[in-house]
């Protein structure tokens, strides 16, 4: 078999470009995770950076082993397993945490501001979890007490209303706004608008926001004005098969054909 033998003179010039390529493919994976990283789904999320950063450790013991002669590196690489896993979990909950805690107005990029809405949107629906639940508390009562715009339609919150059930804030609870259904899907509203003025021109932007239109108030009408805004503004392929699909499983599309 032939096996590319690090102390031998022959192969270690070959062995080395071939590590150092490598490295850098892995560095560059997970540099890419760390600047767009799938937050969405903690499970893919978790996963894909956790392989990544796997990578990179593997091959920092791969570059050990050329530089020094020992062996045992296969139990350093498991040993350094857990680790890795709890450093990539740590560092994306750390990712979010403080794009929760900024204003929505102040995304720095498209990819922030898409990743905000739907951390926010996921908090508004699932916060079972009394942690989860004392932050949106806590967003809501520092966005209430602290938003200065009058345009803003949170400061009249018992006036808002769902078309999608047919209620208003004042026909559920007041007090506790955090558990007010209506309330919060015009809560995450408000940070997809928010995206919307600030990165209208991302056809991603657009995207997010017609899928929330249309799941959270079941307004078709809106999330298909959203659509075409995105197709204006030059999709790439995936979000082009995204329109499309939306499109296509559109009821408005079924009651035309
Ligand atoms: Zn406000």
């Not at 978790?46 to 296969?74: C, D, E, K, Q, R």
């Not at 657009?206 to 009408?221: E, P, T």
Request: proline share 5%; hydrophobic share 45%; net charge negative.
């Amino acid at each position: 078999m032939f096996i590319l033998d690090p102390f031998d003179e022959d192969m270690s010039g070959l062995l080395l470009i071939e590590v150092f390529l490598t490295a850098l493919a892995a560095v560059m994976i997970a540099y890419q995770y760390v600047k767009y990283m799938p937050y969405f789904d903690t499970y893919i999320s978790v996963t894909f950076g956790f392989l990544s950063f796997l990578f990179v450790w593997i091959m920092i013991n791969l570059a050990l082993t050329y530089v020094i002669p020992l062996t045992g590196h296969f139990v350093v690489i498991l040993i350094g397993v857990v680790p890795v896993f709890l450093l990539v979990n740590n560092m994306r909950g750390r990712f979010l945490e403080d794009l929760l805690l900024k204003p929505p107005e102040k995304m720095a990029t498209e990819l922030e501001a898409i990743t905000q809405c739907y951390a926010v949107y996921i908090l508004t629906m699932s916060h079972s979890d009394p942690e989860d639940e004392i932050r949106l508390i806590g967003l809501i009562n520092v966005h209430l007490k602290e938003c200065q715009k009058p345009e803003c339609p949170l400061t009249n919150p018992v006036e808002l209303y769902d078309p999608c059930t047919d209620k208003h804030v004042s026909d559920g609870d007041v007090v506790n706004l955090h558990k007010n259904t209506v309330f919060l899907k015009h809560y995450a509203k408000m940070y997809f608008e928010a995206a919307i003025s600030n990165f209208g021109n991302y056809p991603g932007v657009r995207i997010a926001y017609a899928s929330f239109l249309f799941h959270a108030f079941r307004n078709v009408h809106a999330a298909l004005n959203e659509l075409s805004s995105a197709k204006k503004s030059k999709p790439n392929i995936m979000q082009s098969f995204e329109i499309y699909k939306f499109e296509y499983a559109s009821p408005n599309r079924k009651k035309q054909k």
